[in-house]
């Protein structure tokens, strides 16, 4: 099954009902986006069409499209910005909901993950941050040289897909003090610093990306009962572990975090609820 994401085309704050647009995806946000993921799609409206870096390329290579989500009346700039976020969930919905060839997820990038409260639920939740864990090239990297790496490397990258998916069924199906000695925690570890290594021996200058998920406590894919109960009481307070020093000795870290929130109400029964993803200002340059 391939690996979609449906991601706002920009920066979007907001509390449920009021919203406010900080800016644009990034080129590297872009090459993240290509570099990790199968399919993206990236909504747009007829009040505003927010371009997106390289919009033409990207587009040509088909793994890119920009659904257009029609909008009537009047609307300022509140309503614009809350636009984005509408779009994004009604495109979210209808390929979540029809689209079973393709494990869809919402995605966005900052530091909160914003719905409008028409499409939310009330959820409990397991958020798993992964701290300088990707690497992403730089924006003068060109975009066939990333897809040809992204050809070239897909074992590492699968192997990565594979540990984070398995990590993800261990928090959620066997918590426990001893996190920190599960194989699949090794397993990730050695993912994470892979992938650097063969980014950086092709790249000069990558840009490390936090990747933050919501996982779902009730859902058709977990085991709902104890174990899930004992997940959300033992990541209740921040749980941190060192997972793997990577280019340049930084450390990439996992820290979990169990709460109740909000989550986009299509994705009720998934694994995984959404992603968020932030990139670090510095770069890590090989000499």
């Known amino acids: 099954m391939q690996r979609g994401i449906i991601s706002a085309p920009a920066r979007v704050h907001g509390n449920g009902t009021a919203f406010q647009s900080e800016g644009g995806l990034s080129i590297e946000d872009i090459r993240y986006f290509l570099l990790y993921w199968d399919k993206v799609v990236i909504p747009t409206t007829n009040l505003v069409h927010l371009a997106v870096p390289e919009e033409e390329e990207i587009l040509r290579t088909g793994l890119v499209t920009r659904p257009r989500v029609p909008f009537g009346g009047t609307f300022n700039g509140e309503l614009i910005a809350k636009a984005q976020i509408v779009a994004q969930t009604a495109v979210a919905r209808d390929l979540i909901l029809n689209d079973k060839q393709t494990d869809w997820v919402l995605h966005q990038i900052g530091d909160e993950f914003i719905l409008p409260d028409t499409e939310t639920i009330e959820k409990q939740s397991i958020r798993v941050q992964l701290i300088n864990a990707l690497p992403v090239p730089s924006g003068e990297v060109a975009i066939p040289d990333i897809l040809e790496f992204k050809e070239r490397r897909k074992d590492e990258l699968l192997r990565l897909h594979q540990s984070i998916d398995e990590l993800y069924f261990e928090i959620l199906l066997s918590p426990d003090p001893c996190l920190k000695t599960k194989a ?85 029964e998934k694994q995984v609820l959404s992603y968020l993803a932030k990139a670090h200002q510095e770069r890590i340059l090989r000499e």
């Open 184 to 268: 699949v925690v090794s397993q990730l570890s050695d993912s994470i610093v892979e992938v650097n290594r063969v980014a950086t021996e092709r790249w000069k200058s990558t840009t490390k990306f936090d990747i933050s998920t919501e996982l779902n406590l009730i859902g058709k894919d977990v085991v709902v009962g104890v174990s899930t109960g004992a997940a959300f009481d033992f990541f209740a307070n921040l749980y941190t572990l060192p997972i793997g020093t990577i280019a340049g000795a930084i450390v990439s870290t996992m820290k979990i975090t169990a709460k109740a929130t909000k989550s986009f109400e299509p994705s009720k």
